[in-house]
T-cell receptor, first 109, second 119 residues
Framework: SYVLTQPPSLSVAPGQTATITCEGH??????VHWYQQKPGQAPVLVVY???ARPSGIPDRFSGSNSGNTATLTITRVEAGDEADFYC????????????FGGGTTLTVL | EVQLVESGGGLVKPGGSLKISCAAS????????MNWVRQTPGKGLEWVSS????????FYADSVRGRFTISRDNAQNSLHLQMNNLTVADTAVYYC????????????WGQGTRATVSS
């Protein structure tokens, strides 16, 4: 089955840029979605279809997808961005399952 | 406003059963594919099951197939997950999540309901 790999953690100073990667075989052929989950809360969709943003999500959040790596970029990081971030794809060849990456904990220093 | 509110979680012994539900409002429920996603304590997200808008297509993760049954009632705007033969590994927060129309992202999530399997 399809596997998505994320770094477990990332630390960034306020005002800097956070880059969170999501690796998967030929992931560029799939639509990648990103979720932010703050402690004690449900996940929130922050980027869908590689680079689109739902309404209400700041333009500091952006995504890209190429080759075997998808990337979520957060510019001008704020303390309130501290959360777990998960990438996700749809795998129609295996029970139409949604596949999640293991998650990356973003710490704002 | 889209709202998804889960209920029915609780404590159950290994081998027991539990039925959790999700009440939907603020959108035309019958138009959307729905999902259950779970999160084990301190761990990541795991997709559990999905059901198409008219219940014609149902899918399960390997870890729950044969034990869990997803269903929906479009007249009542509700989604359900019947969980049987539960094991400690099924202990998790279970989220109800809506599929985006025409896409594969999960655009709205409930707050979750916790199922604890313990003797």
């Amino acid at each position: 089955s399809y596997v998505l790999t994320q770094p477990p953690s990332l630390s960034v100073a306020p005002g800097q840029t956070a880059t969170i990667t999501c690796e998967g075989h030929n992931i560029a052929s799939k639509a990648v979605h990103w979720y932010q989950q703050k402690p004690g809360q449900a996940p929130v969709l922050v980027v869908y279809d590689d680079r689109a943003r739902p309404s209400g999500i700041p333009d500091r959040f952006s995504g890209s997808n190429s080759g075997n790596t998808a990337t979520l970029t957060i510019t001008r990081v704020e303390a309130g961005d501290e959360a777990d971030f998960y990438c996700q794809v749809w795998d129609p060849s295996h029970d139409h399952r949604r596949v999640f990456g293991g998650g990356t904990t973003l710490t704002v220093l | 406003e889209v709202q998804l509110v889960e209920s029915g979680g609780g404590l159950v012994k290994p081998g027991g059963s539990l039925k959790i539900s999700c009440a939907a409002s603020g959108f035309t429920f019958s138009m959307y594919k729905m999902n259950w996603v779970r999160q084990t304590p301190g761990k990541g997200l795991e997709w559990v099951s999905s059901i198409s808008s008219k219940s014609s297509h149902i899918f399960y993760a390997d870890s729950v197939r044969g034990r869990f049954t997803i269903s929906r009632d479009n007249a009542q705007n509700s989604l359900h997950l019947q969980m049987n033969n539960l094991t400690v590994a099924d202990t998790a927060v279970y989220y109800c999540a809506r599929d985006s129309l025409g896409g594969s992202s999960l655009d709205y999530w409930g707050q979750g309901t916790r199922a604890t399997v313990s003797s």
